[in-house]
């Protein structure tokens, strides 16, 4: 057990929700957005993804709630509702968010990086190795602990916000309903002229906004090492309050101060809303040095995150006992080895000069991978509201119904490639789940074959179509 003081409080577990849902996001999503949807399409999808991840983050409120002996989250919750093998399954997805997610950042830290650097950008070369010792520099603060990784999370996370708070607060000045008011919104984009309608906006950018979200079930991720679930459940919805209020807000600013063209084209596009304030040219600056420290903080938060959830499911028998393993400050050493070391591998694709779409393909792709550990969490409450339904209030059921339908909508708005590009995922880790089964002289079920054969027939498919080109990255 561990001792009380050092258990995680309210605010540390804020900031590490926030830590993990404020990163690239905040600093990207005017740019990514504006180029797939108007100003109005926007504020349009912010309050239906907002509403969506309102949705998901009472679920795990209700959750935190009717089963308080669950600790860990999204995998605890999969497992006790659908059995070993969808436990695992969401556990692995989620862990491969977080280094997925890493990779994104690191992407997004270069960019910026050499933004500001200019004429003396770093080469892809030195991109990735000084990528690579940032990333095992990260393996050494949270080999000393998890609760030192979580305070020094709190720090950079507050550091993060200064701009942030500095956009908002000087950004309402420079705020023209004449850039924000499209003509003709429904029709045509105005970043790029090309045709479109209100649906394919909102279907463009649902990706981009549930990515802003992930990591709102921090908190119940890392219930197991927190003081009470009381602590749990409301910082789940402070935080995700917090992010939705501060989100719009920015966006808000960004497409009424800025033209949608020069959004879309700008490198850091917060830059030009500071550079129109009393900070002048110095905002580029400020912004550019926001980003660095925020992906940089999201990255500890996300290392965190994944690091528990391998280490919980391993503790319950669903991954390899090897997993189990901590040190003398309770860290989770060969979770967090394995962590570092994949994210390392895809660490390779920073080579690309093309750090953007690098930066957006890692994003989708981890979008479409947390979207499993979501819906089974969703599903679970649906399963647990039924059962209570005449003991409790049917809004309950009503939320882990929207929750669900909710994680199905971005499934389809994230597309069918990234879809079909999850599932080799899923099917590299259902080879872990069989060693671990056997470790405990068992075997998966039948319908866990079936499921594990198909994945891993669809995974060859598809690696098949790629190699052809009928599939294009």
């Excluded at 503790?315 to 080895?337: D, H, I, M, R, Y």
């Excluded at 074959?449 to 060859?460: C, P, Q, R, Y």
Aim: hydrophobic residues 55%.
């Amino acid at each position: 057990m561990q001792e009380k003081d050092k258990r995680l409080g309210l605010w540390l577990l804020v900031f590490i929700a926030l830590g993990s849902m404020i990163g690239s996001g905040i600093f990207n999503s005017p740019k990514d957005l504006i180029s797939v949807a108007n100003p109005q399409g926007t504020m349009i999808a912010w309050l239906i993804g907002g509403f969506g991840a309102l949705m998901l983050a009472l679920v795990f409120v209700y959750l935190a709630a009717r089963k308080p002996e669950l600790k860990s989250g999204v995998f605890a919750y999969a497992r006790d509702g659908f059995g070993d093998f969808m436990g695992f399954n969401s556990a692995w997805g989620y862990w491969s968010v977080g280094w997925l997610g890493n990779v994104s950042y690191l992407a997004l830290f270069f960019k910026t990086l050499n933004d500001l650097l200019g004429v003396h950008a770093l080469s892809p070369l030195n991109a990735f190795l000084i990528g690579s010792v940032l990333l095992w520099l990260f393996f050494l603060i949270l080999m000393a602990g998890i609760r030192e990784g979580a305070i020094l999370n709190f720090i950079v996370t507050t550091a993060k916000l200064i701009p942030i708070i500095l956009i908002i607060v000087l950004g309402f000045a420079l705020v023209n309903s004449d850039l924000f008011q499209i003509t003709d919104w429904q029709n045509r984009l105005a970043s790029t002229g090309e045709p479109t309608a209100p649906m394919l906006q909102i279907k463009g950018a649902m990706a981009i906004i549930l990515w802003c979200f992930v990591g709102m079930e921090a908190a119940s991720v890392l219930s197991g090492r927190a003081k009470s679930q009381r602590t749990v459940r409301l910082s789940i919805i402070i935080s995700l309050l917090i992010v939705l209020a501060v989100y719009m807000l920015i966006t808000f600013i960004a497409m009424s101060s800025v033209s949608a063209k020069d959004l879309a084209e700008a490198e850091t596009p917060l830059s030009l809303v500071l550079r129109q304030t009393t900070v002048g040219s110095g905002g580029a600056v400020i912004v550019k040095l926001g980003i660095m420290v925020s992906v940089l903080g999201a990255s500890l938060s996300w290392i965190m995150l994944s690091v528990e959830t391998l280490y919980a499911a391993a503790l319950e028998g669903v991954l390899p006992s090897t997993f189990k393993k901590v040190n003398k400050k309770g860290t989770p050493v060969n979770a967090l080895l394995l962590t570092q070391c994949f994210t390392q591998i895809f660490l390779i694709s920073i080579l690309s000069p093309q750090l953007n779409e690098t930066y957006l393909a890692a994003i989708t792709i981890g979008t479409t991978l947390v979207l499993v550990p979501y819906l089974l969490s969703s599903l679970y409450a649906v399963k647990i509201a039924l059962i209570n339904r005449k003991n409790e209030p049917l809004h309950y059921l009503v939320i882990a119904i929207l929750g669900t339908i909710y994680s199905l909508y971005v499934i389809f708005a994230v597309g069918i490639k990234y879809l079909f590009l999850s599932v080799l995922f899923y099917a590299i880790g259902s080879l872990l789940f069989i060693k671990a089964k056997r470790e405990q002289k068992k075997q998966p079920k039948r319908w866990e074959w079936a499921v594990i054969i198909i994945l891993l027939t669809a995974s060859a498919t598809i690696i098949g179509l790629i190699l052809y080109g009928r599939i294009v990255l």
